[in-house]
């Protein structure tokens, strides 16, 4: 399998022609080269050598929190820009596209690892869930790209990141249940206990109702009213402790990933055992994913760095939200292939290659 | 000073299905339980995945009659055994005042 | 009883002629609608739709550090200059006022709770210890509103906190452990243990010298200390850290409140166990002493921004130091009625309605 | 390698009176003892109260001589009991070098 | 509900030590372990360091067939006894399904 | 012993003429009351009267892993600037006194511990381990003194902190494992366990890789490259997060130094136990120590800042890296003698009074 993921990377890049493939290259030295994907790295280097570095759990899951409310804080301040100016106009379009892609992309996932990758049903859908969703943190990094280039993206693009946050995970949770529906009402019938479903539909609440929804969507909330009702002097320091500009939220990033690339280091072990497919299916499924991204939001109207961060977060895998839920509604599927596979493959293509793709994909359909 | 025999029914696994499991061990009769975080290797382990600001471990223990006991084990046994990494022992203790841990 | 809270809030509010009223709901929605209380909210809606935030307690603890420091050093800091302007000339008839209040509180509180309510000695006396105390937190958010009416407080208010923090817990604990030393001498008797005396001097100790108080009392002179010796330039980092208006203490704050609201939505169902007079006592207390605050601020001198915030820390009922010395000392005392009513009930009151109503108050008694 | 038979005292229960319980233990014979933070729900829990930068619930475990567990257990009963929440079981140990334990 | 009879080995000490143990028993033929961070007092603990982002004392749990207990315990005294603190005990416990944890 | 401190002390202040004990006593002052010897003070007495203050180890943890990681990207940031200017010409003198000083001390203070104070080989070489790496923190307020002294150190200091860390640790546990290889040997006979060796390299291995140098170099490395190849409008906020002049890293020092205080006060107990000849040797030793920083570092051409801050440097002792390395392979060793010198006594004297002295010492070699 892996000719096909190296015969298929050249193929896909040939879309590309030589002065396009030089701006990527450069691009790419502009992005890798900056302290967020270097902690990363870094990260990465230190587990494999075995060194000490330790960020106590709580410091992260303190530093998600942060992330996640600064995404809906600012997005709701902006979005409420947005909303005076334009109303709803500029909006509903791109909510609708997300809304597509979200539903769009956990099928496209299952239908390859099921028929291309002849995974077993809850392998597939349980990977499916995971590249269904989308990661926040790809968003973010795409963002301070997008900045750093100068092309700032839509100022609601957080609201699509709540939008995606979702409705993969659902579907592609739902699928898996029903196919493998056999199974598990002979093992109920063999336990006696109450039928899946009931799992199904509670993983389900567990998955809208939970921390990454709650956060973003409340503070998106909270942001909005308070951009509207509060008088701006009052709103700065809020605005200067969110902002993603600020030196929190970079910051606190680079300690993000710090983490990221010391757990992503742990999983690369596991590249073997999830053989070539897998690796090839982690690279390729977000390249096409973010091409429908970048293709969807142009058509949707999105500037040049909407379209890019649609596009990243479209080819982004959930490795927070989705792990838990699917292993409670596809006890069957083995986590170290979904988790490897966003954590370890795609989380690292995307913020390292994925994102200056996605750009130069933006300008080829015309975005601006 | 007045002590009760009853079972300690010891359970270590993944953090997703403790709090499931923790319920149904009410439902079965238990009073109480006592539930902390882990970390743990085992044959599955592997599978474990952390839960929000969670560890992906938990250890859960029921002081609970023998009756309930097994109630509890052979509904984790049959629930979780096959999916989930997970252990579950039994042992012999002197409860104060242990009436009281009985319904 | 909900007869009497009904009836009693519209008889207070009949204080208010119809255009302070106006002045009270304008001020209403310009408190409410800012992203402290709101981040309240968002977090009592999350635990009662059961939702997945969950915010580390670790982090809790660190922000509560965090903001005691805050008070503490920012208060030590006004305070070198109030006393480098005016010496103690200024401060000390403030000082005692608060003294006054915190020792009458608690008898205040006891007294209602005990002949008014019908409670046990225990029960009654440990509530009064969490009403005779305040909230660090409240005094944040008081502080912050008058900040945004462009009415900020004295520069020694947060000394004022610092002083309103132990005696309200210490009087009621010795109310409590004295009338309640029959009973307990009788059990005493019976284990044949230490008399409880030694319990109440260990818990008296530990509250007076608990983290709230080395905190605030520590950093306060640090803070004034540091003020005095060092060269502005050096000290304006350590300012910018700590400052209240800064964008670290009002962001923690949010974090804070989020997970207060978390605890409070769990209490919120303990609302039917207390019962309607506990429910009226956590709304009419406040407001009671909120007015003696206010009163007394006056006569000693205060601003129109210090006689709202002494009101409000006042009126607040503690929820850190209060619980544990409580639970030591007074046993018998069920922790639900005295949690409930002070987090579930009176906190909220506070910051959405009771610090608008205490700044009406205090335009009312004549501060400017 | 000599194994010597003690006992294992287990205390569950609220923070606020642990260290007091911890000290005592101590004082009636123990020659150390073993904390940990747990979460529990039993009869009386509701009644926890979180303590400074800590949990509402501990786990606490002596391995002493019989006489010593019995005292220990008798002063929790006594002591705490009634008003707090807590629950405290014993069970049977075989400890390495096991004598050092014993004072 | 098929119980299999095991024995628990406890081990309470130094966090330095903990990891090094941890593999060593499943050298020693352990299928698993449990590990949980715990305060800790006795007569050497005022030894003990803390280790990155860690507690300086830690629990470890093997559920293990006897010889194999006996192993673990007879390496953990010869080892760390002399110069660790650290506290180590064994007691019977019935295992779900407890053949899987016998290599 | 206590005569040799007390008469050792005014013997090598009788270095120093009337002007210059002025003037140390003067900056003394100025040192001793800012806020981060005031938070060490307050963590001491807070816990000499059992008070409440409880800083969660995890924000402890999270505070040295900023710090570590200020220290780092900051010094590989002012690195390539150094190096933009001046290649490695400034760099490789002061590199390498600080390699050698690095090896010197830990030789310096086994001999005095084993000869002079007669302790055993284990308890000696532990105790040079600690003595012969530094602490990061110690670097942390050193540099703050003189840059509030308006005599910023070289650029490139924390590189030198970088290379102080190891060496020292190393070459301290091989003497001690080397020395006590007889006892040890007869030992793993008895219980035919690997000897010691295995143990050592493991030792010496995971302090190489440990959190400490992972961290500094790491994000040195990262400092250095996104210095070089970002525009700085994008550097900003990284600058603002992690600089040593900023709010943040002076506030996270207050709290790190708060809860070394509150251990160092445990610690003070045991000056007892560990007896006059220690507590001499830990400010003495550092004197000594801090003396061949200062006059190496200007024989390698540093200024007067950079004299100061590496004479502090080299003082240090080390209380993070050291203890578990030191436990791990020579577990005969008892870690109460070194932590106790280390924090309770030559942490606080370095701070308080020691930096101000190695100043002095700076001028006095001729550095400016
Ligand atoms: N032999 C054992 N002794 C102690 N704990 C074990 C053992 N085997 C498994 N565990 C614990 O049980 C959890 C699940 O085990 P497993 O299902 O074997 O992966 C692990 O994470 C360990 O914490
Ligand atoms: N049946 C039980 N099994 C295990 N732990 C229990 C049980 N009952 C109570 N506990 C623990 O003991 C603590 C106090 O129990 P209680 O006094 O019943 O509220 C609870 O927080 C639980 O952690
Ligand atoms: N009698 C005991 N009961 C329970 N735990 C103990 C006991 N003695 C020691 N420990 C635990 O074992 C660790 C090391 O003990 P020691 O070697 O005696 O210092 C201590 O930190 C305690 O956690
Ligand atoms: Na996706
Ligand atoms: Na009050
Ligand atoms: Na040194």
Redo the contacts with the bound molecule.
């Keep these: 399998m892996t000719p096909l993921a190296c015969s298929a990377v050249p193929a896909l890049l040939a879309f590309f022609n030589a002065e396009q493939l030089a701006r990527i290259v450069d691009s790419l030295e502009r992005n890798l080269l900056t302290p967020i994907p270097l902690c990363f790295l870094l990260g990465m280097i230190c587990t494999r050598i075995h060194g000490g570095i330790k960020i106590p759990k709580e410091l992260y899951y303190s530093i998600a929190i942060f992330l996640l409310m600064s995404i809906g804080f600012i997005g709701g301040h902006e979005l409420a820009h947005e909303y005076q100016e334009h109303g709803v106009a500029t909006i509903w379009k791109p909510a609708l596209a997300t809304l597509f892609l979200g539903c769009l992309t956990p099928i496209t996932s299952y239908l390859v690892l099921r028929y291309v990758g002849r995974m077993s049903i809850a392998d597939a859908a349980g990977i499916a869930a995971h590249y269904g969703s989308t990661s926040a943190v790809t968003y973010a990094v795409a963002n301070s790209f997008v900045e750093q280039t100068q092309h700032p993206a839509n100022s609601f693009l957080p609201t699509l990141v709540t939008i995606l946050e979702c409705p993969g995970i659902a579907i592609a949770l739902v699928i898996g249940a029903a196919l493998s529906a056999k199974e598990r009402a002979r093992k109920s019938a063999a336990t006696g206990r109450p039928s899946k479903e009931s799992r199904l539909g509670e993983a389900l609440y567990e998955v809208m109702t939970g921390q990454s929804i709650m956060l973003m969507a409340g503070l998106l909330v909270i942001g909005f009213i308070s951009t509207l009702f509060m008088d701006p002097k009052g709103f700065q320091p809020f605005y200067d402790f969110f902002q993603s500009k600020g030196m929190l939220f970079r910051g606190a990033l680079c300690i993000f990933l710090l983490e990221m690339g010391l757990v992503a280091g742990e999983k690369l072990g596991d590249l073997v055992k999830v053989g070539p497919f897998l690796v090839a299916f982690g690279i390729l499924m977000p390249l096409v994913h973010g091409f429908l991204g970048v293709y969807f939001g142009h058509l949707a109207g999105l500037n040049l760095g909407g379209c890019t961060v649609l596009g990243a977060i479209v080819a982004s895998a959930s490795y927070i939200a989705a792990p838990p839920a699917v292993r409670l509604t596809l006890p069957e599927a083995n986590p170290t292939y979904s988790i490897t596979a966003a954590l370890a493959i795609t989380f690292p293509f995307n913020i390292a290659i994925g994102i200056p793709i996605y750009f130069e994909m933006a300008k080829w359909v015309g975005a601006q | 000073m007045q002590l009760y025999p009853l079972r300690l029914v010891t359970i ?2 993944e953090s997703v299905i403790m709090d499931d499991i923790a319920e149904k061990g009410l439902e079965l009769g238990a009073t109480g339980y006592t539930l902390s975080e ?1 970390v ?6 592997a599978r ?1 995945v952390a839960i929000a600001s969670g560890d992906k ?1 938990m250890k859960l223990e029921f002081v609970v009659p023998s009756e309930v006991a097994v109630d509890i084990l052979t509904h984790v046994s049959h629930e979780y055994f096959e999916h989930y ?3 579950a022992w039994l042992s012999d203790v002197q409860v104060v005042r242990g009436q009281q841990y009985v319904k």
């Design positions: 270590v696994g882990v743990g290797e085992g044959a599955r382990s474990n471990t990494a997970v252990i």
